[in-house]
């Protein structure tokens, strides 16, 4: 894979990716899914399938920032939950990029979202919220966490698009805001790094990768810094509308490019 050092971008293709690194802090502390505009940044100014590499070690930084702020909020029998139909879904994501080209993915990933959105919307407006976090136990809720944890896994390694899928699923559960945001944070970066050895195996992550990303990383603790400072000033009904609209435009996004 012929990845891209930090001396073949111009100025302003690496202000846009500095910006997109803002973006990752801002998303991982206050709206999570927001990030597949980093996405989109990445792979417009990078070659698509490289980009996927050099935005990893970005979304990790941003990860362990959410952790530090969001600890005490986690719900780990959720993430234990979701973990083994994520992993399925990581190694299905692996095989798929093998042979996938960057139009199939982009357009796979941006129906995903899509449907989780449109499917989110319709449950919020037919049905009664569920009673919360623990409603996973159920059968129903079983079901639910292995849908979504495949399709989180498998976006997640093939476009770093799991935070949209992630989100449509919590917000189904009835997470409140402080509960999303640190459910969310351990189990991205529980899962990020452990795709690492997969992308560097896909030729995804090399040196000249990760020099960018040294020169990048340090935009997202800002970020990380704005988006606490807006989450507390955001109400519940709010967040929810800004999740699912930034999951839309992610979609289209994919979609259209």
């Given at each position: 894979m012929d990845t891209m050092t930090l001396w073949h971008i111009t100025g302003?293709?690496?202000?846009?990716?500095?910006?997109?690194?803002?973006?990752?802090?801002?998303s991982k502390t206050a709206v999570s899914g927001a990030n597949?505009?980093?996405?989109?940044?990445?792979a417009a100014v990078l070659p698509a399938r490289a980009s996927t590499g050099i935005l990893l070690p970005i979304l990790i930084a941003g990860d362990v920032l959410a952790v530090l702020t969001y600890r005490r909020h986690a719900h780990w029998p959720t993430l234990?939950?979701?973990?083994?139909?994520?992993?399925?879904g990581v190694v299905f994501g692996t095989l798929?990029?093998?042979?996938?080209?960057?139009?199939?993915?982009?357009?796979?990933?941006?129906?995903?979202?899509?449907?989780?959105?449109?499917?989110?919307?319709?449950?919020?407006?037919?049905?009664?919220?569920?009673?919360?976090?623990?409603?996973?136990?159920?059968?129903?809720?079983?079901?639910?966490a292995?849908?979504?944890?495949?399709?989180?896994?498998?976006?997640?390694?093939?476009?770093?698009a799991g935070g949209p899928v992630m989100s449509m699923y919590l917000l189904s559960a009835g997470f409140r805001k402080l509960g999303f945001l640190g459910t969310s944070a351990f189990f991205f970066l529980i899962v990020n790094v452990s795709k690492v050895p997969f992308s560097a195996g896909l030729g995804l992550?090399?040196?000249?990768?990760?020099?960018?990303?040294?020169?990048?990383?340090?935009?997202?603790?800002?970020?990380?810094?704005?988006?606490?400072?807006?989450?507390?000033?955001?109400?519940?009904?709010?967040?929810e509308q800004l999740v699912i609209a930034a999951t839309v435009v992610g979609g289209l996004q994919l979609l259209l490019r």
């Open positions: 302003w293709e690496f202000a846009a990716l500095a910006f997109a690194a803002l973006l990752v802090g801002f597949t505009v980093s996405l989109a940044v990445f234990w939950r979701l973990f083994p139909a994520v992993a399925a798929f990029l093998v042979w996938a080209d960057d139009e199939i993915v982009r357009t796979s990933i941006g129906a995903i979202l899509l449907l989780m959105a449109g499917v989110t919307v319709w449950r919020r407006r037919t049905a009664d919220r569920e009673a919360g976090p623990d409603s996973v136990t159920t059968r129903a809720g079983r079901v639910k292995r849908s979504y944890g495949v399709l989180g896994g498998f976006t997640t390694m093939v476009a770093n992550i090399d040196g000249s990768s990760l020099l960018l990303d040294a020169a990048l990383v340090i935009f997202v603790v800002p970020g990380a810094v704005l988006g606490k400072w807006a989450v507390d000033r955001i109400n519940q009904r709010l967040f």
